[in-house]
């Protein structure tokens, strides 16, 4: 067989690294007895007043934790590329809306104000302020801002102290939020060993090591049993 042969057929046998990825899947329960969502205190303001709600931190189904932020934090060799797609945080009826999603390092975050009042876009990543803004009304332009570090960026509202928002930020990407059934799933995770570890506002961080092999998901799953720890 000729050299040039010999590279071709090597070639060949070389698998993209995008090919070999595989998920890290599961769930995150609730073991201990859910917490009664509580009525928030939005009387001071007339228009937030208008809508009556129920504390949003802890939401619970069937045993299922919701809105738990699961994401690798050692063992991605790989910086993932921002996507061109933006994360929006709005606030609507006087709440963060998403109450929790991801970004990427180097992804554009735009804040929205979709109410009739002023709200103040306060957002913190560990204690560290971001950007501090007001934005008076629905008119007001959009805040944009570009995630440079990774972490937790927290939002909160100075106006309406019961305004909260979380935006996970991940610099390799693999990062996922459970969904109402408990779930989640950590797309392109290449063949390795990992930290993964999960956060939720209230019951703090969990941690799990996993091995992903080629051809075959990983799985994960952590359990909160309503001890608070302070994640927010």
């Avoid at 802890?58 to 933006?86: M, R």
């Amino acid at each position: 067989m000729t050299c040039s042969r010999l590279i071709a057929v090597a070639a060949a046998l070389i698998i993209p690294a995008a090919a070999m990825a595989e998920t890290i899947e599961g769930e995150v329960e609730f073991t201990g007895k859910a917490p009664t969502p509580g009525k928030l205190h939005r009387e001071a303001d007339p228009f937030c007043a208008k809508k009556p709600m129920t504390d949003p931190s802890v939401l619970v189904k069937n045993g299922k934790f919701e809105n738990v932020w699961v994401h690798v934090t050692k063992g991605a060799k790989e910086t993932a590329k921002p996507p061109a797609s933006t994360v929006e945080m709005d606030q609507k009826d006087c709440m963060y809306d998403p109450r929790m999603t991801t970004a990427v390092v180097g992804q554009k975050i735009v804040a929205k104000n979709g109410d009739p009042v002023l709200h103040n876009v306060h957002t913190y990543l560990g204690s560290a302020t971001l950007f501090n803004k007001g934005m008076p009304n629905d008119k007001a332009a959009p805040i944009e801002y570009v995630a440079k570090d990774e972490g937790m960026m927290k939002w909160k509202c100075d106006v309406h102290p019961w305004m909260r928002g979380f935006i996970g930020v991940s610099k390799s990407g693999l990062q996922a939020v459970t969904k109402g059934d408990g779930t989640f799933k950590i797309d392109n995770v290449p063949p390795g060993k990992y930290t993964v570890e999960s956060w939720h506002e209230k019951y703090g961080t969990k941690t799990q090591e996993v091995t992903v092999e080629a051809g075959k998901p990983a799985k994960a799953s952590f359990k909160y049993d309503g001890t608070e720890k302070g994640g927010a």
